[in-house]
C-alpha cells in the first residue's frame, strides 16, 4: 500500500485559507515527529553509552539545553517562556524515556 504524496503546504504568510493554515500546520507536526524520532534515537545513544543509571537526570544539562532554547526562541522572535514550558516537557518525557531504555539494555542482556 504505498501513500499518495501530499503536497507542500503553503507559508504561512501565504495562506488564505483555514484549510491551507491546517495543511501546514499538519505538514510541520510530521515534521517535528520525524525530527523527535531522531532526537530520541540520541536518548538511545545516551542509554547505550552511559554506565551509571544516576547520569541518566543531569539537572545542569537539562538548565543548559532549555537556556539554548530560550535564546533560540527569543532571537526568532518567539516568547522564550512559552518555549521553555515545551522544552521542560520534551526533556522530562527524554530522561523518562532515556531511564527505561537504560534498565531495559541491562535486563534484556
Known amino acids: 500500500m504505498t501513500s499518495?504524496?501530499?503536497p507542500e503546504a503553503k507559508l504561512p504568510e501565504d495562506c488564505e485559507t483555514m484549510i491551507e493554515v491546517r495543511a501546514g500546520v499538519d505538514q510541520v507536526d510530521r515534521e517535528l515527529v520525524a525530527l523527535l524520532v531522531r532526537r530520541f534515537g540520541y536518548?538511545?545513544?545516551a542509554a547505550r553509552i552511559k554506565t551509571d543509571r544516576t547520569a541518566v537526570r543531569d539537572e545542569a544539562r537539562k538548565a543548559e539545553v532549555i537556556d539554548?532554547?530560550?535564546r533560540e526562541a527569543e532571537a526568532a522572535g518567539l516568547e522564550p517562556e512559552r518555549l521553555r514550558?515545551?522544552?521542560?516537557?520534551?526533556v522530562e518525557q527524554s530522561i523518562a524515556y532515556e531511564a527505561a531504555r537504560w534498565d531495559r539494555l541491562r535486563t534484556d542482556s
Not at 514550558?85 to 520534551?90: G, H, S, T
Open 43 to 45: 536518548m538511545d545513544a
Open 68 to 70: 539554548n532554547v530560550a
Open 4 to 6: 499518495a504524496k501530499l
Open 85 to 90: 514550558a515545551v522544552w521542560n516537557e520534551l
